[in-house]
């Protein structure tokens, strides 16, 4: 009898073990299928996107270099075009069955599978809401195109404006270009103020409670965490911020024979005071003044195995009437076709600029062919911010200036301690300005109708401590473009910059070997650029991006350097 239940149970255990594995086969056969079924999904529309993507950028290029109203008709007929694709439901549909599924395993397509959703998700919306929102959009951009600011009759471009508020001395003249400079608001404000509705009632209608926390949600971004993290900041940059404040008071109050609380918006040096006056005896522009700007930045990210010749030869990098006059770097196909729109200058600015934007291009140019095309693009959009930014500083750096301009010893030293508070300052000043942007566009979307003229200023009197010009009302926000055309997107600046000092800590102790990490520039090593290009630029987005950093510096993104780097000085 045992014996007989013994057999009757061994064969209850064998056909139990038979069934388990015709449910782990079945399993792993429906796996497979609905991994082939997003891989045709994939290709499909790969296919449909990446000429369009070359297509739309080289209009949208085209239109910022020009100025014209076709080729800003044409860059957004093509941008409809492109977004369509994401609004098709049925294509949706596809995607989120695929994705609640669950049964994709291959990482690499379980993260095209995870952007894939966000994007889709995002452009879930109503096809006729969208058209006038991209027409809108497209519409506020022209008008900050063509704007030139006007004093006594004389129209001026940006450069221009900048230069007389970094370099005149005539309180006068001060006030007239930063009030005229700031007549854009007018014209855009209305405009933009539809546009944040109308992207709030698209929010709205895909779940969320406003655009912002739309963005930072479907952009892998927690916005608690991120609320949290300028807090942090808000804390520890705020008691260095205030000293540093008094001396700028201090040495602009001479200069302008005024008293510190005399000190209005135009006494700052910059339209909105997001760039540090020039208060040290260091000079800067005078290491560029006589210099080919455009030759520097091409000889030395050739100089770290990072070369930029091609990309160079089809950017657009100088002023033309009409043109876009900031600056921007754009990809325009995902295999090396990397173009930089500048407005070159041979001062510190554009030294600056141009080594910011050069640092987003070589992270776009140096991705890895063999990944998956929706792959091939930064970690995050803050990372790649980070990448410019670790270049940026260089021009205030004296040994990257004595490295590249040639200046002996005796100068670098000259210049080393005031180069090196210069930089101090600008992060300082930048972080304070960044917390105004973030924290206006966050209670902007949560309240668009409520008083953004006042919301502004509060803002600015209480991060950057810069008081209101007694009895201004005006829409002084909407001259800040950011906010129009890359809305929600600022916060990005400042996680670059924490970024950037982990990087750049990384790369001293780990790449040059060094316990220095004032005087470096990287000039002529190429193992600094293979490091970026293995560790940064190659990885892609195939991972989360704080377990991008995490591989690349052994540490999760973190403010310690940043604060090691600039708050508690050298």
Request: proline share 3%; hydrophobic share 35%; glycine share 4%.
């Amino acid at each position: 009898m045992k014996k007989v239940l013994f057999l009757i149970a061994g064969a209850v255990i064998i056909l139990a073990s038979c069934n388990e594995e015709k449910k782990e086969t079945e399993k792993s056969k429906s796996e497979k299928n609905m991994e082939k079924e997003l891989s045709a999904f994939i290709d499909k529309l790969v296919a449909e996107i990446k000429p369009l993507e070359t297509e739309l950028s080289e209009a949208s290029f085209a239109a910022a270099v020009s100025g014209k109203d076709e080729d800003y008709e044409k860059s957004a007929q093509l941008e409809i075009k492109y977004r369509l694709i994401y609004t098709d439901k049925k294509r949706f549909e596809e995607l989120k069955n695929i994705k609640e599924n669950g049964n994709i395993k291959d990482e690499l397509l379980k993260r095209q599978l995870e952007n894939l959703y966000n994007d889709f998700l995002s452009m879930q919306i109503d096809e006729e809401k969208m058209q006038k929102m991209v027409m809108l959009a497209n519409e506020v951009d022209k008008k900050f195109s063509n704007f030139r600011t006007t004093v006594d009759g004389k129209k001026l471009t940006d450069n221009e404006v900048e230069d007389i508020l970094r370099t005149s001395a005539d309180n006068k003249k001060l006030e007239k270009t930063w009030t005229a400079c700031k007549d854009i608001g007018p014209v855009v404000s209305e405009d933009v103020k539809t546009l944040v509705k109308m992207r709030n009632e698209v929010a709205k209608d895909l779940g969320f409670n406003n655009y912002h926390e739309m963005s930072l949600k479907l952009g892998d971004q927690d916005p608690q965490e991120i609320s949290k993290l300028f807090d942090e900041l808000d804390n520890l940059t705020r008691d260095a911020y205030i000293a540093q404040k008094k001396e700028i008071d201090s040495v602009l109050a001479a200069k302008y024979k005024l008293k510190p609380e005399e000190l209005k918006p135009w006494h700052y040096q910059n339209r909105f005071f997001q760039e540090a006056p020039q208060i040290y005896k260091v000079d800067l522009d005078k290491y560029y003044a006589k210099k080919d700007i455009v030759a520097l930045i091409k000889d030395y990210f050739e100089s770290i195995g990072l070369p930029i010749a091609d990309l160079i030869e089809k950017s657009d990098l100088f002023e033309k009437p009409g043109k876009n006059q900031h600056a921007f770097c754009s990809d325009f196909n995902r295999e090396g076709d990397v173009r930089v729109l500048c407005n070159v200058k041979p001062n510190n600015y554009w030294m600056n600029t141009m080594l910011h934007e050069y640092g987003h291009a070589v992270y776009d140019k140096f991705n890895d062919r063999d990944l998956a095309f929706l792959l091939r693009s930064p970690a995050h959009a803050f990372t790649t911010e980070a990448i410019a930014m670790l270049f940026g500083r260089f021009s205030a750096n004296a040994q990257w200036i004595q490295d590249m301009t040639g200046i002996n010893d005796e100068e670098k030293t000259k210049i080393a301690e005031d180069a090196f508070k210069t930089l101090r300052l600008e992060q300082l000043v930048f972080s304070r300005w960044a917390q105004v942007m973030y924290r206006f566009e966050k209670a902007m979307y949560e309240n668009p109708d409520q008083d953004l003229n006042a919301l502004w200023w509060n803002l600015v009197e209480k991060y950057q401590m810069v008081k209101k010009p007694e009895g201004r009302d005006m829409p002084d926000w909407a001259t800040k473009t950011h906010i129009a055309s890359t809305p929600c997107y600022y916060h990005n600046y400042l996680m670059g910059e924490l970024l950037a000092s982990q990087l750049y800590y990384k790369i001293v102790k780990d790449v040059i070997k060094s316990d220095d990490y004032s005087l470096q520039s990287f000039k002529g090593n190429t193992e600094v650029g293979k490091f970026l290009t293995e560790n940064v630029f190659k990885p892609g987005n195939r991972w989360y991006w704080n377990d991008m950093i995490e591989k690349a510096t052994g540490e999760k993104l973190t403010a310690k350097y940043y604060a090691k780097q600039f708050v508690g000085g050298k």
